[in-house]
């Protein structure tokens, strides 16, 4: 069992910058990709960024140019850069780490889930 432990969530104005990390108990080689997602008050979660073990990225369309995904293999720890940030990206935020293999289990994939940490943007 692999924990994924978030930090550095907190309330910034906008315009301002926060630094996610989320790091595994374990090493993370072996996961297909890992992400951030976020979830909204009475909203469903939503991607906000993945990296594969390759290095590929993708970003939601409210965050591309603004926030940067990085992994680093060594310290088994993903990063989540968040520059110019709006009130609306005020949510909690998750880090995921998809299995290898990535299979539905109820109505789920089977990944592991941080905790998730906490980003207020005031206006």
């Known amino acids: 069992q692999v924990q994924l432990v978030e930090s550095g969530g907190g309330l910034v104005q906008a315009g301002g910058s926060l630094r996610l990390s989320c790091a595994a108990s374990?090493?993370?080689?072996?996961?297909?990709?890992m992400g951030w997602y976020r979830q909204a008050p009475g909203k469903q979660r939503e991607l906000v960024a993945r990296i594969t073990s390759g290095g590929r990225t993708n970003y939601a369309d409210s965050v591309k140019g603004r926030f940067t995904i990085s992994r680093d293999n060594a310290k088994s720890t993903v990063y989540l850069q968040m520059n110019s940030l709006k009130p609306e990206d005020t949510a909690v935020y998750y880090c995921?780490?998809?299995?290898?293999?990535?299979?539905?289990?109820?109505?789920?994939?089977?990944?592991?889930w941080g905790q998730g940490t906490q980003v207020t943007v005031s206006s």
């Open positions: 995921n780490a998809e299995r290898v293999p990535r299979l539905v289990v109820g109505s789920q994939w089977n990944d592991y």
């Open positions: 374990g090493s993370i080689f072996g996961f297909n990709a």
